[in-house]
């Protein structure tokens, strides 16, 4: 089993940047794919962005594009998630998750860190 603990969240004003990190233990942290995800008040829980092991390999929700990146750095055991150009509708926990394939579901999270961006 992997653990993992986010940090970084805070309050930014829109257009305001942020980077959130993600620290796993436990398990050798280059044998899981990872991914970041937000839940906003009254929302589902959804999907931002994931990395493959190497960090060859990449993807994004629509709504991040351009604006967030994902990176990792092994030896480290850190996952991390840039965030530029915040708007409010940002705001949310975000949570970071860990798979050991890309065709699961994710079975470790975070709690979360909470973003939240003022307009």
């Known amino acids: 089993q992997v653990h993992l603990v986010e940090s970084g969240g805070g309050l930014v004003q829109a257009g305001g940047s942020l980077r959130l990190s993600c620290v796993a233990s436990g398990r050798t942290f280059s044998n899981y794919y990872m991914g970041w995800f937000r839940q906003a008040p009254g929302k589902e829980r959804e999907f931002v962005a994931t990395?493959?092991?190497?960090?060859?390999?990449?993807a994004y929700a629509d709504s991040v594009k351009g604006r967030f990146t994902v990176s990792r750095d092994n030896p480290k055991n850190t996952v991390y998630l840039q965030m530029n150009s915040l708007k409010p509708e940002d705001t949310a926990v975000y949570y970071c998750?860990?798979?050991?394939?890309?065709?699961?579901?994710?079975?470790?999270w975070g709690r979360g860190t909470q973003v939240t961006v003022s307009s």
């Open positions: 998750a860990a798979r050991e394939k890309p065709t699961i579901t994710y079975p470790y």
């Open positions: 990395m493959s092991r190497g960090g060859d390999s990449t």
